[in-house]
């Protein structure tokens, strides 16, 4: 992995969104927009919830909005006022003649996502953008509902929650409502060509798979006066386990389905290995560094490398190995190059994309809402799941300590976030800091994860 390949991508990730409130959404919409009965509103506006109005959200409700045909933000829900009423201040800027959002339909509360559902025609759409803790919960009951759904990734934390995914995405499925992930690298379109060219044998056959998130460390804002221990935690959800799955579930799955994508398959098994080294003041459960190594069922290997310490070699993307050459792309690359040599040297290039530029955040948004309009086929759950799972048994492992296989990591009993249909501010966190404010630290070993 060399200079050239070390470019990060240059479009702004949801994380970013509310900084850039004042960037034009960028990508054209699908051209076509024909209405069938059933699909969507005969006045064909389809009408939009938001559920998580963070920057994950706000920036796929800007890309819902700029879809071809007529759409309408309706309803939005988050925990948290403020940062429910600053997404909805954006998106009016952004698009003032399309959110139509009166103070009755902003709900605040764990309860609000059953509103901003409630308030929505069947046919109509939610995008959900929580914590991925409380996904599998909302998007069970936005299929039960009859409402087609654009959620983000993580999809689940644990093994019940990813069960609980693929159970919903069936009956989504059986009820014709179309499902799309926010694993937005499978429609990058300079990453699609390079997959499809691997695939077509442009490094011969694929032996190894290397996923990479190496960066400065992910921050903890402060504890606010008064502030409430699951509102802390909540506020900081990149750094609970029980909130996010890990830092190797929530920053490292596109690059992890990447190369199982590459792969065109799923690993049989893990192992791994990780710790806490150089947060010894964070008051947080992660570990700062993860190696998960997976095996696939011809024998071959996945490593996934996810470190956050300051001061280190730092590299966002994946690399492929064939028996002919190599390939650097993944998230994190916006120019996925294949060479003819495992040495990445610009001599030794043999592919890359020649065609226009790519907003694969908006792409994956016009094609759920094509398929809405048009009644195609649309349902990206098992495969989103598939690969979430992926990173998590890849934590589970990481965490204990041991071989996993993938049946009895998913049949799983460990739950990390019981009893959130009834969680409200007053409720206990899943963890508690002790007298002196840490928080419970998986240790390799001793963690039981089945």
């Avoid at 690298?185 to 499809?196: D, F, G, I, M, N």
């Avoid at 994508?261 to 150089?278: A, E, F, L, Y």
Wanted: hydrophobic residues 40%; glycine residues 8%.
């Amino acid at each position: 992995m060399n200079s050239e390949n070390k470019t990060s991508s240059s479009l702004p990730s949801r994380r970013e969104f509310l900084k850039n409130s004042s960037k034009a959404v960028a990508g054209a919409a699908l051209a076509s927009a024909i209405v069938r009965p059933g699909y969507a509103a005969e006045s064909n506006t389809i009408k939009i919830a938001l559920v998580g109005c963070g920057g994950r959200g706000t920036g796929a409700a800007a890309n819902a909005l700029g879809t071809a045909g007529p759409t309408k933000l309706w309803a939005v829900a988050d925990v948290f006022e403020p940062r429910l009423s600053a997404s909805l201040s954006n998106l009016s800027g952004q698009f003032p003649k399309q959110v139509e959002v009166p103070r009755d339909r902003q709900f605040v509360g764990f309860d609000g996502f059953k509103h901003a559902i409630d308030s929505l025609d069947k046919g109509d759409v939610v995008l959900l953008a929580t914590p991925p803790a409380f996904r599998s919960l909302h998007f069970e009951y936005a299929v039960q509902k009859g409402l087609n759904v654009f959620m983000e990734k993580s999809f689940a934390v644990d093994a019940p929650g990813i069960r609980r995914v693929l159970k919903t995405g069936e009956l989504a499925k059986q009820k014709n409502l179309k499902v799309a992930s926010g694993l937005m690298s499978r429609h990058y379109k300079p990453l699609e060509e390079a997959v499809q060219e691997i695939h077509d044998g442009k490094i011969g056959e694929v032996i190894t798979a290397w996923a990479y998130r190496m960066h400065g460390p992910v921050g903890v804002s402060t504890r606010q006066a008064g502030q409430k221990e699951l509102a802390y935690q909540i506020t900081n959800y990149s750094n609970f386990t029980w909130l996010n799955g890990s830092f190797i579930v929530d920053w490292l799955i596109h690059n992890i389905d990447v190369c199982c994508w590459v792969k065109n398959d799923w690993p049989v098994s893990v192992q791994g290995m990780g710790g806490r080294q150089t947060r010894s003041k964070e008051a947080d459960q992660l570990f700062d560094h993860y190696g998960a190594e997976y095996t696939f069922p011809d024998g071959t290997r996945l490593f996934a490398q996810a470190r956050h310490i300051s001061n280190c070699f730092d590299f966002f993307g994946d690399v492929i190995h064939g028996t002919k050459g190599c390939a650097v792309l993944g998230e994190g690359i916006t120019k996925p190059l294949l060479y003819s040599s495992h040495l990445q040297k610009s001599e030794n290039v043999i592919w890359k994309y020649q065609g226009a530029p790519c907003n694969h955040y908006q792409v994956e948004h016009d094609l759920l809402f094509d398929a809405i309009r048009n009644d195609k086929p649309y349902n990206e759950t098992e495969r989103s799941a598939k690969s979430c799972f992926t990173a998590i048994m890849g934590r589970m492992a990481c965490e204990s300590g041991q071989v996993l296989t993938w049946d009895e990591a998913l049949a799983s009993e460990v739950v990390l976030a019981p009893g959130l249909e009834t969680m409200t501010f007053d409720s206990k966190p899943p963890v508690e800091p002790d007298a002196s404010g840490h928080y419970p630290i998986a240790m390799p070993g001793q963690t039981k994860v089945l």
